[in-house]
């Protein structure tokens, strides 16, 4: 079966970085389109970001667009998301999700197996 295991999240200030990595097995990784997901208290679910497995391209949600990066390794199963400049709004559990052939259509992508999330916090 699917597993996803997140790490990398934690407390930072305004203006700090992060890197999460989505560490995945059960599956044929190079075939999946992978993203990732946020959710904080009190706000809807949203997809930040997504890689495709066919041609390597990529999606990012205009809250994030030019701070965050998402890289993958094939090699290793493992998908990151670098993540610069962060902002309280940033605050949220953050989680990756596995389908394949979404075009990281992030609607579709949403159907997909997900971790359990990482923990990311910004605040003084």
């Known amino acids: 079966q699917v597993q996803l295991v997140e790490s990398g999240g934690g407390l930072v200030q305004p203006g700090g970085s992060l890197r999460l990595s989505c560490v995945a097995s059960g599956l044929t990784f190079y075939a999946y389109d992978i993203g990732w997901f946020r959710q904080a208290p009190g706000k809807e679910r949203e997809g930040i970001s997504c890689i495709r497995s066919d041609n390597g391209g990529t999606y990012y949600a205009d809250s994030v667009k030019g701070r965050f990066a998402i890289s993958r390794d094939n090699s290793e199963s493992t998908v990151y998301l670098a993540m610069n400049d962060l902002k309280p709004d940033d605050t949220g559990l953050y989680y990756c999700?596995?389908?394949?052939?979404?075009?990281?259509?992030?609607?579709?992508?949403?159907?997909?197996?997900r971790g359990r999330g990482t923990q990311v916090t910004v605040s003084s």
């Open positions: 999700v596995v389908r394949p052939q979404t075009m990281c259509d992030m609607a579709q992508l949403s159907y997909g197996s």
